[in-house]
């Protein structure tokens, strides 16, 4: 016999079940899945397979049909020694995309990136969603850009940058740490004037942070989603899984889907994977699981 899931089923809750991006509204009484799109030629998992223009929006279109409420659209790989990319080629990478995605599918669409002028185009090319990897080193640049469009904003935890994160990892008490800046940083946001509803966070597990720090992140996961804020998890590939699994990264599969079913115990309200179609089936289980009486 179906089991019925056509109604919220996991007792995690936040105090905002929905994410308010632009015109549009992303409910979150269940676990959405954000499906990534890296439009680079160095990212760590997928780099280079998504560069031209129709076969990204092709990709977008395979993740939104099996699943993905939203497509992350990415220009500047940020995974660890990366090389920073200027503006004008960041911008050359997703504009395209994003308003190749904008015109094939009713997806939501998130840019990910660091700069704020990059944010502004791909907000006005279709984005509905500005995903802040800044973190530590914002200086309020996007802030103002969700501000003024009314774009959602994912605010994530991180330090320094691409390349100098690996040696940013002393914390006071890693979880303590990061659950103050989250929380610091969006009440920061509502007083320039965005809307709770329009503000999620991010741990930044992989981010300035040992294999070590990420475990502690995930085990106490209900720490950061008791904020009054929906919390968004990225564990897709990450080096961590590969240092407990001893796996090369297109082997991390199990690793990323048992942290992702981790995440959503956690209260986890968006999970940010490669990997669509079994993302989608591990987290409506685990929903039946844990709405089961």
Not at 95 to 117: F, H, M, N, Q
Request: glycine residues 8%; aromatic residues 2%; negative net charge.
């Amino acid at each position: 016999m179906a089991l019925d899931t056509d109604g919220p089923i996991s007792p995690v809750t936040s105090a905002e079940l929905k994410l308010v991006c632009r015109e549009r509204s992303l409910p979150l009484e269940r676990v959405a899945v954000m499906g990534v799109l890296n439009v680079t030629p160095d990212s760590f998992s997928d780099g280079g397979l998504w560069t031209e223009p129709a076969a990204a929006v092709a990709h977008a279109e395979e993740m939104h049909a099996a699943g993905a409420a939203i497509i992350d659209v990415g220009g500047e790989s940020t995974r660890p020694g990366a090389d920073h990319v200027p503006e004008a080629e960041e911008l050359r990478r997703v504009l395209p995309i994003v308003e190749g995605i904008a015109a094939a599918c009713d997806a939501l669409i998130s840019i990910d990136t660091r700069k704020a002028s990059v944010a502004r185009r791909a907000v006005e090319a279709g984005a509905h969603i500005i995903n802040d990897t800044l973190g530590e080193a914002s200086d309020g640049s996007i802030d103002e850009v969700a501000y003024e469009t009314g774009a959602a904003i994912i605010v994530m935890h991180s330090r320094g940058t691409p390349a100098t994160m690996r040696q940013l990892t002393e914390y006071t008490e890693i979880v303590g740490d990061v659950r103050s800046f989250l929380e610091a940083r969006a009440l920061g946001l509502e007083a320039t004037g965005i809307p709770r509803s329009s503000i999620a966070l991010d741990p930044g597990i992989g981010f300035a942070k040992t294999p070590a720090q990420n475990l502690s992140l995930l085990r106490r996961l209900g720490d950061l989603s008791s904020l009054q804020w929906p919390l968004l998890v990225g564990t897709s590939r990450k080096s961590f899984i590969g240092a407990v699994l001893d796996l090369p990264e297109e082997e991390r599969s199990e690793g990323t889907l048992t942290t992702v079913v981790a995440s959503v115990i956690g209260g986890a309200r968006i999970v940010r994977v490669h990997e669509v179609e079994p993302t989608v089936r591990a987290v409506r289980m685990i929903e039946a699981v844990m709405g089961a009486d």
